[in-house]
């Protein structure tokens, strides 16, 4: 499983929305589930962050 929290902690250096997606759709390969338990600090995060990190996951995984 794949958890949000986990993937800010271990990309620290990330500075905005657009690397976190980059970083869960390569997270995304070999995982069955996502889980978004915060949610993401930039100031570009938009409004449905949810459904386009679901849909960044999704891609991932056909990846």
Known sequence: MLWLSEVLLQNHEMTSF???KVKIA???K???FFRM???P???D???NWE???ESSFT???RT
């Open 18 to 20: 657009d690397e976190l």
């Open 26 to 28: 390569e997270g995304a």
């Open 30 to 32: 070999g995982e069955m």
């Open 37 to 39: 338990d915060v949610k």
């Open 41 to 43: 600090p930039f100031l």
């Open 45 to 47: 995060t938009p409004e």
């Open 51 to 53: 459904d386009v990190l």
């Open 59 to 61: 891609s991932g995984q």
